[in-house]
């Protein structure tokens, strides 16, 4: 079976969230969420066995409202003791919820045998957008090794003028010129990037899994929408697409020689 090592893998565990920030570039939230099966499929698939994740990213939506699917994908993480370089997961601060952190607190142990310092970061997004968190949820946090929180003010550079954002007129206009840009590019060769591909095992550089169980090859800060209309293999073309990528490569390298 071959082994998968996985640059950055975005995990958009829901799409629903307990806020609606001006700024926000997703857009509107959607009562959509990935469920255990998604990523029981990505870690446990018949094509090949992923082995090493540099970044781990967990977004939504306020993925905290999907504990059990963040819970699951530690479940895989540790069963199949996956190495870890970073894990983040971003939270608005709304709720605290005892199994997450219990979970959590798991996970944090079993990085910390493979890196005496682990980098696993719960982060609270405060800025002049996010309503503030309730005291008594920062305070719990605020007791975790991984938990950060500062207050940021967003200047009009460090805000992505596309969705929410786009509506009220906030961010420059290049960042959105250059989004789309970019979302254009990605749309239209969206194939995976192998970065290195040693006997069985590849290094691919993106994977974006959406709260529809479905995948994309590059990351970005687009609306819903957009996501959409980049995530669309389903687990099997998805491996087949790292397969035969891989093949073209491999043939490239040998007529080269
Ligand atoms: S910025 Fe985050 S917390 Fe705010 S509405 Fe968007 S997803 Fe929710």
Redesign the pocket.
């Known amino acids: 079976m071959k082994k998968i090592s996985i640059n950055y893998l975005y995990i958009e565990v829901t799409r629903k ?5 001006n ?4 857009g509107d ?1 959607q009562n959509i969420s990935l469920n255990v099966n998604d990523i029981n499929e990505l870690f446990t698939n018949n094509e090949f066995q992923i082995t090493n994740i540099n970044n781990v990213i967990i977004t ?3 993925p905290t409202l999907n504990y059990i699917v963040i819970l699951q994908i530690i479940k895989q993480i540790i069963s199949k003791n996956i190495i870890i370089e970073n894990f983040n997961l ?1 939270t ?1 601060g ?1 709720i605290y919820n005892q199994q997450l952190i219990d979970g959590l607190n798991e996970f944090y142990n079993y990085l910390k045998l493979h890196n005496e310092k682990p980098n696993l970061h719960l982060i609270c ?1 405060q800025d002049q ?2 309503r503030p968190p309730k005291k008594e949820i920062l305070d719990k946090y605020k007791k975790l090794p991984y938990f950060i929180s500062n207050y940021v003010y967003l200047s009009e550079n460090q805000i992505i003028r596309v ?2 954002a786009q509506e009220n007129n906030l961010g420059n206009k290049e960042s959105n010129y250059e989004t789309y840009l970019y979302f254009d590019l990605y749309k239209h060769n969206n194939y995976p990037v192998i970065l290195s591909d040693n006997d069985d095992n590849i290094l691919i550089n993106e994977l974006y899994l959406s709260s529809k169980g479905l995948y994309s090859f590059h990351i970005i800060d687009v609306p819903f929408k957009e996501i959409d209309e980049l995530c669309i293999y389903n687990n099997q073309q998805m491996s087949d697409m790292i397969n035969n990528y891989s093949k073209l490569q491999k043939d490239k390298i040998k007529r080269k020689q």
């Open positions: 969230c307990t806020m609606k920030c700024h926000c570039l997703r939230s939504g939506g306020e971003q608005n709304s997004s957008f996010h969705g929410k």
